[in-house]
């Protein structure tokens, strides 16, 4: 039977939703380049596959983390190379605005703006992600409750404490539920408990995502990731699990835990090249991880 | 467009519970009732008449919440205006505009203040450079804490950088509209300039960064143009009505070359 007229039919669960991928990783780069300022290639010949699932980007200070991240966000553009995020290979020129729809980015030095309240900015930010007016409300609420600020969701930026702020920062990375989440130094600033609830977010985000989280903190990785790219000089010294991580270190390395002697043993031992092939090895046997 | 709605023995049957509609039916009913309006107010009309155990039911839920939900309290007035304005502006920007602003006025001063002793008009020298200040403000790493985050936003680029550059020449237009006026200008007379600068902040912007390139056009037009006026005491030809088929062109060419670098405004360079 048919009762007059009514708003345009949508269907319960939306063709996009069911679509197969058709992309294998959801992060693909070979050869990747990424130069900062003239001359210097901060990330220089980069082979990566990763997918769905949590990937701790591991690496010394100045070994081109952030540089790696903000090329994975789009905002800086391969000087060589290819990458290609969810299937789509990202040049010099372009907006990539369907790209950036589907990302996620919590850059190192977050910026915010005091004046606003979470909910404002978070409400902001949604609306730069282009995320459809009608589901702002919602989408905010929910990225707000997944922090764990739904109290102070109406309180003023400026009256947050800097672990608070960063957890602004992680809501606003993923209002728009995005399937590459970018996270560059997350849990600077956190205390050990909102360190443990964020890793139990990670856990939960990196069941349907693929998350990179870069940081230096070898327990973060240990905790949080189901995999360790480790990068050391703007290439990549291994990839894989931790376990495998903590297995390469040996008593005779320096650091307190498995993990962090297998990190020094790749990072300053003399077989780093060996295992290096191995990491390579490993990422092209697909699945092992 | 018409839409097929759930027929009333479903709706019926469904709301007292039975257990004999096919579990297709069911599926449809439900799909359908996420998003048919009219569909869901017969379900209620039909859940009333029908199913008194769920009405006792859904009355005794309500009694237990209502108590609670009095106690929270209500979500603080929503600012749309911020909200709103925040679309168009960087939220950090209102400052640049003020001075921006006053600037203006206080050149309209000392022109009025100044009118007959000599014929440079300070608002025709000041007209070009200030909305390049606004623009530069728009797209600035020093100036908008959020820039990484908005660099790295889908409505980043093109869109965005024209949709604050138009804000900016709105709040600064009128301002000079009225400047013009009362001293007597011509429209076209600061109001090309004023757009080709614009558009030039914009097209070098995609090169060099938009704050240097303001800085750049800014320096060139202090020492090319508002210096010798101010020591000749006379209005350079670039501002005579002869200069104006010039800032047309320059004007023009700063659109083309922004529209075709248009990728530029995406990445981080352009906020430098």
């Known amino acids: ?277 191995h990491g390579r090895r490993t990422e092209h046997g697909r699945g092992t991880w | 467009m018409s839409v097929e709605h759930v027929s009333m023995r479903i709706i019926d049957g469904y709301a007292r519970g039975d257990t004999d509609i096919a579990a297709d039916e069911v599926w449809a009913l439900e799909a359908h009732m996420e998003m048919c309006g009219v569909c869901r107010d017969r379900l209620s009309a039909a859940v009333t008449a029908g199913a008194p155990a769920v009405t006792a039911l859904v009355d005794t839920v309500w009694s237990g919440l209502e108590p609670q939900l009095a106690a929270v309290a209500p979500v603080p007035r929503r600012r749309h205006w911020s909200a709103w304005l925040s679309g168009w502006l960087t939220p950090t920007m209102v400052p640049w505009l003020a001075m921006v602003m006053s600037v203006t006025l206080l050149a309209l001063l000392l022109d009025l203040v100044g009118n007959g002793s000599d014929e440079v008009s300070l608002v025709l020298l000041l007209a070009p450079v200030l909305p390049v200040l606004g623009v530069a403000a728009s797209w600035s790493r020093g100036l908008d804490p959020a820039y990484e985050l908005t660099a790295a936003a889908p409505r980043a680029g093109l869109y965005l950088v024209l949709r604050r550059t138009a804000s900016v020449l709105a709040v600064v237009l009128p301002a000079l509209l009225v400047g013009g006026w009362a001293t007597g200008v011509m429209v076209a007379q600061w109001l090309l300039p004023c757009l080709a600068f614009a558009s030039t902040t914009l097209a070098l912007g995609g090169v060099i960064g938009v704050t240097r390139a303001a800085v750049v056009l800014v320096a060139g037009w202090a020492a090319l143009v508002v210096a010798p006026t101010l020591v000749t005491n006379r209005t350079t030809f670039v501002l005579h009505t002869g200069g104006l088929p010039m800032w047309g062109l320059i004007f023009a060419l700063g659109i083309g070359v922004v529209i075709t670098r248009r990728g530029t405004y995406s990445v981080l360079g352009a906020h430098r």
Not at chain 1, 62 to 87: F, S
Not at chain 1, 160 to 177: E, K, Y
Not at chain 1, 196 to 204: A, D, G, K, N, S
Not at chain 1, 247 to 253: A, F, K, L, Q, R
């Open chain 1, 1 to 277: 039977m048919t009762i007059g007229k009514d708003h345009h039919p949508m269907p319960a669960v939306n063709a996009a939703d069911i679509a197969p991928t058709a992309y294998a990783w959801e992060i693909r780069a070979t050869g990747l380049k990424v130069g900062v300022g003239r001359k210097h290639l901060a990330v220089d010949g980069l082979d990566l596959s990763l997918g769905t699932g949590v990937h701790g980007l591991l690496g010394p200070n100045g070994a081109g983390k952030t540089t790696l991240i903000r090329a994975l966000a789009t905002v800086l553009r391969p000087a060589g190379g290819t990458l290609e995020l969810l299937g789509e290979p990202v040049g010099r020129m372009g907006e990539y605005r369907a790209l950036r729809r589907r990302i996620g980015y919590l850059p190192q030095e977050f910026g915010y703006y005091k004046r606003f309240t979470v909910r404002e900015f978070v409400e902001y930010m949604a609306w730069l992600k282009e995320v459809p007016k009608a589901d702002i409300p919602a989408a905010v609420q929910r990225a707000v409750e997944r922090v764990g600020l739904a109290d102070r969701a109406d309180d003023k930026m400026k009256a947050l404490s800097g672990g608070m702020v960063r957890r602004v920062g992680i809501a606003q990375a993923i209002v728009n539920d995005p399937s590459i989440l970018l996270l560059d130094e997350p849990t600077a600033g956190l205390d050990p408990a909102q360190r443990l609830r964020f890793r139990e977010l990670l856990q939960e985000l990196g069941t349907d995502t693929c998350v990179v989280v870069s940081t230096h903190l070898v327990e973060d990785v240990a905790a949080a990731c189901t995999n360790v790219v480790l990068f050391a000089e703007g290439r990549l010294v291994f990839q894989g699990p931790p376990d495998e991580l903590a297995s390469v270190g040996g008593p005779e390395h320096v650091g307190d835990s498995p993990l962090e002697r297998g990190y020094s043993a790749l990072l300053l031992g003399p077989e780093r090249g060996r295992r290096t092939e």
